[in-house]
């Protein structure tokens, strides 16, 4: 715990880091009184400090050079809101061994390089909060590490990006087509001109590496959890859902199976209308976690944007500055090189349900062949929608072809996609099947 | 910070108490990981030793002498389990004295006794863990405190009492009379054998006292909440409501006004269908807070039962014990008698939009009567409701009654209180009015 005033610095005045400099200036009562202590903004680390500041603070206070802020021993604590993950990684390395608590938002660097600068921070006797790298302004982190520590998490669902979760919105509420939704996303600030992580699921399967780590207590390795994002997402797909009484969502599922193996998975899923994870719209998040002693949990808000975001940020330093974090820190004893990964459950061995849309030849024999052959894989059916008006098809210009949507019942993982490959092969069909998860 | 293994007591073996001891025995490894060393349950008080317990503790931990706890020098934390204002009170105030730290659910003491037993624990150097006390399972508390910290919640929403709530959902999807959802309520353990408490609205209103003093700082009495139960609602009214696409909620509002005044009330209040709050069913709690960084956060949980309140209780253990307890309590500095209460909204001057039933003679010229009153006292109407169909009026078999359902656009509490008491005189008038909040 620090005793005395607290000196903060900000590493990267971008969206976050404009949004906490305003925080901790303009509202400098407000953390007196909830730190119990006065808050003082010392130094803010710029890449170019002859360019414009995205936030007016005072110009003695900011730097482009970095090793002024590692030499300064006065500053206690230090939000580092730079992206990517070098240089980031070395300027946390050595931020933590010149004795300075760190604040971060970027879950690449902890999804990349996290065992590395926990380990470091731990060997160093520093702490690293880490709310913001993970649903924005949903305080998730807190949650699972500490409030929900009665429980062991044996199931998580997130809504964990929002640019997906605005277009997807886009598409369904409005009619848009993807591109015409990504464009919008972009307009209002909730995309990057190049949105590929977002719309591809690297960043939610990046999120849920940081959230699996915390429910599971080991290491998850992003890159291997299974990951289809919306980019391949089409209007029809929507349309069927919506007329089975689903919303399609962008979810980050992690599950403890009976084994303790960790089911992972990042995919454009099906959720029942009503529920409240499919009522999640816009650019928000939401994470839906499953304690056993607790049942479900839900919890909802902005995901993303300047003041959402750095409102967590500076919870995190409030927490830092009152010595809650290097408690919590310490005890969670997350993250670590020396203990070996999370085992990963077996994809084909995953159950689940599923939606199946499949563009076939108008002709008696079809519907028998495809639910003969799901039939073969132990897959049984819930229901079957062949349409009578070829309008709602998505290949209505095309006459002779028809969309066939089956719904299943809960069916092993690698028995569909063995009946897919199978089922793809026939002659019959116009295009590639499409299936989707279909949440529980 | 307790630095070797901690000590636990529980005061009170009932519904909680039982779940606490549950989760302390049957997964002590959990507790060892989670707080970085055990967790020992090393005494149990109960009212009388000699009758039967709600979970098979070892019996030589089990004693129905408190002094023998107060004495015990080697306890550290005591989860305080029982109800009620006296003796629970005087317990707490000597385990505090004999060095204890303090974990609680007891709502009502703290709205009753919060200062005096907060400035006590403060002078001794000791903590008071409630996260229990307020929505079982959803960890509102923990979130206000801490996660929501760099912002000053301005509005919080809640629906606090799941007895309540399971009622309206029954009477509401189920069409069931308030005697029948109250019996199943009974029967299924949501309700006491006398739940005055839970339906006029009084466990409502000590709870959002306790949430209003996290969010503002200051202490509230929950008697000045003005508070209305859903004893006396009508299936009548939840017809209407959902005609016009509400459902009724029982809501405690808790909102900051322009002048730093608090307005405050527990009411049945007409929520729109498929917003987060109005999908809140059955004995589920749910908190939507506003946070002027944030924006709105939502939090969803169950509100009561043994495991999801007993994993409150054990969470706040974990956090007396690692030290984070004692952080949080001391740096929050809640209540205390040298402060000043909060100051509270005039009611009449508050604002919001009505939901109005008037039962009135079938006659021309009565619907102009009431409009041109509410026209008088500056209330506007959004939408006027004169069913064609007698069958969906509450005196269908009384000809010559109808029902004339009015919502409004937003108007003043004192001036609708003045119309309708003006209204509730008309000769015209079958029954005294109904009126509601309804939810912006």
Redesign the interface.
Known sequence: ?IENDARIAIVGLGTVGS?VAE?LTQ?AD?MR????KSMQLARVVVRDASKPLRYPVDSKLVTDDIESLIEDRDIDVVAQLIGGLEPARTIMLRLLESGKDIVTANKALLAEHGPELFDRARDLGRSIAF?ASVAG???II??LS???????VTSLRGILNGTSNFIVSQMEEQGQSYERAVRLAQEKGFAEADPTMDVDGTDAAQKLAILAHLTC?AHVDWRKIPRVGIDQLQPSDLNWAGELGYRIKLLAVAKLNDDQHVELHVSPTLVKM?T?LA?VRGANNAISAL?D??????????GA?R??T??????DL??TV???AS??F????LWSENRPPAVMADPAKTHGRFYLRFSVEDHPGVLAKITSCLGDHQISITSVIQPEHPEISDASEDTGTVSLVIMTHSAAEGQLKAALEQLNKLDVMRAKSVSMRVLD
Chains 1, 2 share one sequence.
Request: aromatic share 4%; net charge positive.
């Open positions: 715990m949004g925080i509202h407000r009184r909830h730190a119990g709310e302004g949903v305080p807190s949650n500490q409030c929900l520590s009665a429980n062991q207590g009503g409240p009522e304690g002693m607790l049942g479900r949990a839900f919890f909802h808000g902005l944007g003041l959402p750095a409102s967590a940020v500076v919870a409030i927490d009152i010595g809650r408690l919590t310490r005890t969670l004893d």
